[in-house]
């Protein structure tokens, strides 16, 4: 008498994976569609003032964090692709007044700009702003002619030329206020024996605020040997 085995079919992982896929896939979709998501954005920003009159002492934001919400498929997209779009603008009405960034305001600006998402708040992080009256300065360069470094025997035969003989800087009143009205060059060059002719840089002025209209100056004089002691 022959027995039969029952006819069991073999456990198929492949099938079996899909399934789960397919499923997993089918859930995510239908999660994506509903609304209520809620996301941190990085949106970038532009400052509008009076720049004529007024100069930012500390460096403005050039982006603001957002908390926005939209379905899933909105906050996905802006997720996955950083907003590449104009910035929002941000008017300071009264720079010397402001200390911080209205967020009451900047947020309305954000919803008028931000169609496809609703903006929620602005996250109120690092949002402090300090301006200063905008001053130039006329400063003349003198070269430091009681301290070149000449070999023996060499003087300076002739008139010290600077090019340019002033610079005008620009920035913070407050900075720029305390500036002296005569900047000496002074020469670097030792044991000088023959003509000068060089550029030297202004590093007294070099300031992340200050804006100088020169960075180097170029120097000119005549060198000659005496032949005879000096009485």
């Not at 039969?4 to 896929?21: D, E, G, Y």
């Not at 010397?96 to 708040?121: D, M």
């Not at 702003?129 to 300076?156: E, G, Y």
């Not at 003509?195 to 030297?200: K, L």
Request: with cysteine.
């Amino acid at each position: 008498m022959n027995s039969h085995a029952p006819n069991v079919r073999s456990f198929q992982p492949t099938k079996a994976l899909l399934c789960l896929v397919a499923a997993t896939l089918f859930w995510f979709l239908s999660a994506l569609n509903k609304p209520g998501y809620t996301l941190n954005v990085e949106y970038p920003v532009r400052f509008v003032y009076d720049d004529s009159l007024f100069v930012p002492t500390t460096p403005l934001p050039k982006t603001v964090r957002v908390n926005v919400s939209s379905d899933g498929w909105g906050l996905l997209r802006h997720a996955w692709i950083p907003f590449r779009v104009d910035p929002v603008t941000y008017v300071v009405h009264d720079p010397l007044q402001a200390s911080v960034i209205n967020t009451s305001s900047l947020t309305a600006a954000l919803a008028e700009h931000i169609k496809k998402l609703h903006v929620n708040y602005v996250v109120a992080d690092k949002l402090d702003i300090h301006f200063d009256r905008r001053m130039t300065k006329t400063i003349q360069l003198v070269a430091d002619s009681l301290h070149i470094n000449m070999a023996p025997r060499f003087v300076v035969t002739s008139v010290i030329n600077l090019t340019p003989h002033t610079i005008q800087v620009d920035g913070p009143e407050k900075l720029v206020r305390g500036l002296p009205d005569t900047l000496l060059v002074k020469i670097p060059r030792k044991r000088i024996a023959d003509n000068y002719d060089d550029e030297i840089p202004l590093n007294h002025l070099r300031h992340p605020l200050l804006h100088t209209s020169a960075d180097r100056v170029a120097v000119s004089f005549e060198v000659g040997e005496l032949l005879s002691p000096v009485k």
